[in-house]
């Protein structure tokens, strides 16, 4: 345990902070300049929205669209929550220590709340979370390019999605043997633009298509895909381990929750209003890749085109984290490029194997980003405001916790055996 109970002359007790260890292991570096609330929420925006939005008119499908809804809204008050829990729990801890404090990441406040163990239950939370999005960037790459130019062509028994991963696979080399995120700073831009344009046209197209067609649609299909739907929706606001660099940034930290939950608030909007214009516009015919029902033209091809090229140069990005844990902890933080070259490789043999976009992002979702979405904020809450907090804060904490534990228990096996269940269709 990195706290220690002091007992004074009173018998009123308090923590302290041993040192923490001089290892960089933020996202953001420290700024110099400290964030305006506009600026810190377009800064939570891009942290969290991401491919998984292209997967939940699928699962608005699969859940049906008011049973989807429910459950997006509920996810993100969830997360908005856990999100809020880890910077009280940085804040405690800074008081706790006399205001100094050099916890600049959701790392470093897990060994400051529970020593090695913590880090590196984080550290490895977070490596899986983050593979676990590129993995989905490359099928989504994979099925996406196969369905725009020759979806049902094979060259030397391979299909079209593996030889379009193939064929990413060098590039990416060369993208992720770049040492530093400044150099990475305009992809981010650009992917983030390409996002939003993307979306926008697929929005539009979506209230068209339902004028013209307006299929069946159902509001609720029953409980047997409720923790498919909560996977993806996890997976679709994961952005959690960008908080607290975030938060180190604005200028007004009294703001902060406020900024938080206003721009949660438009996500979950946004993220609402995809995913029920998609499924009404397809109905039943809803894909597993939103951009897909899209069908021929140039202005389909260009949106698909246009987000595959934005999470390509999106990979290197996400990546990043993994690299500056893998190499702290093999290679003493040494960049080791075949290393990098080494998780590329496998990542790139993962996506091979998974058939299903929106099928993965429920794995992912419901396993490693419950966890570190859910648990570890409220544990480590628990750990440091238990002496403060009353029963109703205990009570919040632990069904917390339990709720992460049960989604990522059936969320997980659900997945999985749809996952398999589609491999052997």
């Known amino acids: 345990m990195v706290f220690s109970k002091e007992e004074d002359d009173a018998s009123s007790s308090s923590y302290t902070i041993k040192s923490l260890p001089t290892e960089n292991s933020s996202l953001l570096s420290k700024p110099h300049l400290l964030s305006s609330q506009s600026k810190t929420f377009a800064n939570v925006f891009m942290a969290i929205v991401g491919a998984g939005v292209l997967g939940l008119p699928y699962t608005f499908k699969r859940t049906g669209w008011l049973t989807g809804s429910l459950m997006l809204f509920s996810v993100a008050l969830l997360t908005f929550h856990c999100m809020m829990s880890l910077v009280h729990t940085r804040r405690r801890v800074e008081n706790l220590n006399g205001g100094f404090s050099k916890i600049n990441s959701f790392g470093d406040l897990g060994f400051a709340v529970s020593g090695s163990s913590g880090r590196l239950a984080v550290d490895v939370m977070i490596v899986l979370s983050q593979a676990g999005f590129c993995i989905s960037y490359l099928i989504f790459v994979g099925n996406t390019l196969a369905f725009i130019f020759n979806q049902d062509s094979s060259l030397f028994g391979f299909s079209a999605k593996s030889i379009y991963i193939w064929g990413c696979f060098p590039f990416q080399l060369g993208l992720n043997s770049i040492p530093t995120l400044t150099h990475l700073a305009p992809l981010s831009i650009f992917a983030g633009a390409v996002d939003l344009g993307a979306m926008g046209v697929v929005m539009v197209q979506d209230v068209m298509v339902f004028m013209n067609a307006m299929p069946v649609t159902r509001a609720f299909t029953g409980f047997s895909n409720f923790f498919y739907g909560l996977g993806v929706s996890v997976y679709a606001f994961e952005g959690i381990g960008m908080v607290l660099p975030l938060e180190s940034e604005i200028r007004d930290k009294d703001k902060f929750g406020r900024t938080l939950a206003m721009a949660m608030a438009f996500i979950s909007v946004m993220f609402g209003s995809f995913g029920v214009l998609g499924y009404f516009a397809f109905g039943e015919n809803t894909r597993d890749i939103i951009t897909t029902n899209m069908g021929a033209g140039l202005l389909s091809s260009f949106v ?93 904490d632990a069904v917390t916790v339990v709720i992460g534990f049960v989604i990522a228990l059936f969320g997980t096996w659900s997945s999985l055996v749809q996952i398999f269940s589609s491999k052997t269709a």
């Not at 698909?304 to 999106?314: A, R």
């Not at 993962?350 to 570190?372: K, M, R």
């Open 304 to 396: 698909q085109f246009g987000l595959c090229v934005n999470l390509f140069f999106s990979f290197p990005l996400m990546m990043n984290p993994v690299f500056e844990v893998v190499e702290r902890r093999v290679c003493e933080g040494r960049y080791t490029l075949w290393l990098r070259w080494l998780m590329v490789l496998l990542l790139s043999l993962i996506a091979l194997s998974v058939p299903n976009f929106a099928d993965f992002l429920s794995l992912v979702g419901s396993s490693v980003c419950v966890v570190l979405g859910f648990v570890l904020p409220a544990y480590f809450h628990w750990m440091v405001c238990k002496d403060e907090m009353g029963w109703k804060g205990w009570l919040l």
